[in-house]
Antibody, heavy 118, light 104 residues
């Protein structure tokens, strides 16, 4: 069974750093890109960026470029989303989701991680 | 940009429900639909505008090409009350604002 299991909810203050994780299992990690999405109440999800586990090549949405970093640890089939300095406006639920290629649909998602910054 | 309509609707079990998604420019059939229930992650229903994802009930169907797309639920079931999103399949993907399907 394909699973993407995300780390737990976080409560932070502005200016703090944070790294959340997405541990995958049930499939070949290198065969699927990992995407990160932000979801704020009452809006559609927003795509933040993706990483190719084969070579760690990353692509970011212009809206998030420079504010977050996506990385992986292939030894434990895990992807990460990291902030160096959180803002209150980063408060949201964050999802990881896999796709076969960059323009493919997201066929499996993590359960979401609530990040609260205040 | 993707515009969904209506933003919300009320329907009864057994109703036929149609949700539309309009793209600001032609996107061929590069569109997916997702269902999201409260507290859960979105679930892929349809991709390439009309292809049903494995395991999704056949009462769900999608159609359209270019700028106008529809998601149809032929006979609404209790488990279908949720929010539905369309998504452009692009190297920089983006989503519509959602349609919440509520119980009448």
């Amino acid at each position: 069974e394909v699973q993407l299991v995300q780390s737990g909810a976080e409560i932070k203050t502005p200016g703090e750093s944070l790294r959340i994780s997405c541990q995958t299992s049930g499939y070949t990690f290198s065969s699927y890109w990992i995407n990160w999405l932000r979801h704020m109440p009452g809006k559609g999800p927003e795509w933040m960026g993706r990483i190719d586990p084969r070579d760690s090549f990353t692509t970011y949405s212009p809206s998030f470029q420079g504010h977050v970093t996506i990385s992986i640890d292939k030894s434990i089939n895990t992807a990460y989303l990291q902030w160096s300095s959180l803002k209150a406006s980063d408060t949201a639920i964050y999802y990881c989701a896999r796709s076969t290629v960059p323009a493919a649909p997201f066929d499996n998602w993590g359960q979401g991680t609530l990040v609260s910054v205040s | 940009q993707l515009t969904q309509s209506p933003p919300s609707l009320s329907a009864s079990v057994g109703d036929r429900v149609t949700i539309t998604c309009r793209a600001s420019q032609g996107i061929n059939n590069y569109l997916a639909w997702y269902q999201q229930k409260p507290g859960k992650a979105p679930k892929l229903l349809i991709y390439a505008a009309s292809i049903l994802q494995s395991g999704v009930p056949s009462r769900f169907s999608g159609s359209g090409s270019g700028t106008d797309f529809t998601l149809t639920i032929s006979s609404l079931q209790p488990e279908d009350f949720a929010t539905y999103y369309c998504q452009e399949l692009h190297i920089y993907p983006h989503f519509g604002g959602g349609t919440k399907v509520e119980i009448k």
